[in-house]
């Protein structure tokens, strides 16, 4: 199956982008270490989480079979279609947040065009 790896939504409102950082200690990737998701040999190369209307919510990481971040790097970007591992990662959107040192996520309503632009906040 070959899926897009980019964020939607029905009507796309907002778009934007998002940036975390990595804790050390509680990591997503230690996290599926030790669920027996991720094995030796594979590197989480994304992450997606989704978080519906009706209290649906999703995550899922995807992996790539590589011995370290810059082989997978070299992988991805020498496949036209790169074979990834995806898992489903069972945590709630709180605890899926609570893994990152920081998260930050930027929106911009239809067509303005925010993201990345410098803004005068009159501060």
Known sequence: MTETFRAEAQYGDWTGEAAADN???????ALLEKRGQKQDGEILVGLN??????GYS?????LV????????RVLLQSA???EVKKVDIELTPAEFLQL????NVTLSWQGMNLI???LNTGE
């Open 49 to 54: 989480l989704y978080i519906g209307d009706n």
């Open 80 to 82: 036209g279609v790169p």
């Open 100 to 103: 990152f040192k920081l998260f």
């Open 116 to 118: 990345g632009r410098d």
């Open 23 to 29: 804790t050390l200690e509680n990591s997503i990737q």
């Open 58 to 62: 999703s995550i899922s990481g995807y």
């Open 65 to 72: 079979s590589a011995k370290d971040a810059d082989e997978a």
